[in-house]
């Protein structure tokens, strides 16, 4: 069985953090994700982390979902995947690919499409390479006219080598039998004194094995990160890749201008998402909707036709034709169902607001099951926390909660019924009903006047 290992033992000294470089986020997540998700994707879910810098933050973010080994001093890109051998050994009769943690743009399709090339041709070592404008810094592809000779690195290239664009991304497949007996003759004979991975390729042509090169069709399968500058570029690389291919299925965009949208974000044709709006997670937007401006979507389903002005939506769900904004929290739990209007300065945590109900101004509703076609005034609020336990409201279908209403929880509001401005409901309203809660208006005539009075004496 073909399985992988990735190299995430870097520190990446130039980020200036004390993190191991692969996980650094690019569009909100690790470039180790990335990784991962790409070998994922191709089929390979026999994966082994090699581990070094900070190794337990990658434990800790793995939280145990693959094979890891340490690392513990990095003498080369050799070193490192010697420390996975007992791993390989569990399934060496397969390939294995070998891949950088820190180049999150490998995909799946390069994965699978140099996997074939690699087996059909008995390849011993495939490399994936990719031909760059400026190719400092890498290994050089040396080819000949039936594979290729070597990887020759920048500082042991000579001149004529350095004009060499096809670059070593760092990602290889190899017959794992193979990989396996050559890490067994590495040495560190080069001017960097580390072990080369790159020179289980002449050892290996030495035995007689077959070595080649997959060039990539996509570009970007080299890039990685040294500094915050280029983690940056990653980020806009992947951003503008991924508002592409929206552009192409359909989505509107008249500025992009701040616009991040996650790789797993789907969003149907017709939608307009509009600058400073941020989607992530596993979000999913229908057709025909107005996103933003300044958005933020984290892993929510939004139906069709449905328009979100300076809105912030986390693990929710909201339905078609529904109008929210501007400035309106959505928080985990909620289902905002079809025509629902929700407007300015309002809050909805973990309930439930029932179709074409409006919401429009300055209100809190939480833990609440609310039905359909209700009316809330402004400035509503489900108290549902009472310092040790949290309470559900329920309002149900047509019930009209005037202005400044406080409904205490648990407390329910039957079908059609009515709650006067200003009360504080803490017992049941019945279907129909009206409840009141305040004291009469009381007036004192002439009473301003008198005031007024006293202060001119003064
Ligand atoms: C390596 C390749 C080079 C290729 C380039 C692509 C070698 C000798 N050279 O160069 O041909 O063009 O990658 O980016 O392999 N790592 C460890 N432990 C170590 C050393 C490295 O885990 O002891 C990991 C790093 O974290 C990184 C990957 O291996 O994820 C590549 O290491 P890096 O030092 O960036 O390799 P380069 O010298 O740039
Ligand atoms: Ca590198």
């Known amino acids: 069985m073909d399985n992988a290992v990735i190299l995430a033992g870097g520190q990446g000294k130039r980020m200036k953090a004390d993190m191991p470089k692969p996980l650094f986020k690019v569009l909100g997540e690790p470039m180790l994700e990335w990784v991962i998700g790409a070998c994922e994707n191709s089929g390979i879910k026999d994966i082994c982390v090699v581990k070094g810098y900070k190794a337990e933050m990658i434990d800790e ?12 001093e990095r003498l080369g890109t050799g070193h490192a995947v010697m420390q996975a051998i007992p791993f390989m050994k569990k399934n060496s009769d397969g390939n294995t690919l070998v891949l950088c943690g820190d180049a999150p743009f490998i995909d799946s399709k390069t994965i699978s499409d140099s996997l074939k090339m690699h087996k059909e041709n008995g390849n011993s070592v495939t490399v994936i390479t990719s031909e760059v404008e400026n ?3 890498y290994g050089r592809i040396i080819r000949t006219a039936n594979g290729i000779s070597s990887i020759v690195e920048e500082k042991d290239a000579t001149v004529e080598q350095k004009k060499i664009r096809e670059i070593n991304s760092g990602a290889y497949w190899f017959r794992t039998e193979d990989l396996i007996e050559a ?53 806009t690389t992947a951003r503008e890749d991924i ?38 997670g596993k979000t999913v937007i229908g057709s025909d909707c107005v996103i933003g401006p300044d958005c933020i979507i984290e892993n929510s389903t939004v139906g069709n036709g449905t328009k979100l002005n300076y809105v912030q939506c986390y693990e929710s769900q909201i339905d078609d034709n529904v109008k929210i904004g501007p400035f309106v929290q959505v928080r985990p739990g909620s289902h905002i169902k079809s025509g629902a209007k929700i407007g300015d300065f309002v809050e909805i945590k973990n309930s439930v607001i029932g179709e074409e109900t409006a919401v429009a101004h300055l209100t809190y509703v939480g833990d609440s099951d609310v039905g359909g076609c209700v009316n809330f005034g402004c400035g509503v609020v489900t108290v549902n926390y009472d310092g040790e336990k949290k309470s559900r409201c329920t309002i149900e279908d047509n019930a009209f909660i005037g202005c400044n209403t406080n409904l205490v929880a648990p407390v329910k509001i039957g079908k059609g019924a009515y709650t006067a ?6 017992k049941d309203v019945p279907a129909d009903a009206l409840a009141i809660e305040r004291g009469d208006t009381k007036t004192i005539e002439g009473y301003a006047a008198r005031k007024l009075k006293n202060r001119k004496k003064k």
Not at 267 to 279: D, P
Not at 421 to 426: N, Q, V, Y
């Open 61 to 72: 973010y793995l939280g145990g979902r693959y094979e890891t080994v340490l690392q513990a």
């Open 135 to 137: 190719p400092f810094g």
């Open 183 to 235: 890490l067994g003759l590495l040495t560190t004979d080069n001017s960097q004194g580390e072990y080369y991975l790159t020179d289980t390729i002449y050892i290996l042509l030495e035995k007689g094995r077959k070595a080649d090169a997959f060039k990539s069709e996509n570009p970007n399968v080299v890039l990685g990160a040294n500094d915050r500058r280029g983690l940056l570029m990653l980020n």
């Open 421 to 426: 401005a200003g009360s504080t409901i803490t």
């Open 243 to 280: 508002i592409g291919k929206h552009l192409e299925n359909g989505v509107e965009f008249t500025c992009t201008d701040g616009i991040t949208i996650g790789r797993d974000v789907v969003i149907g044709a017709g939608t307009q998402i509009l600058s400073g709006t941020v989607l992530s």
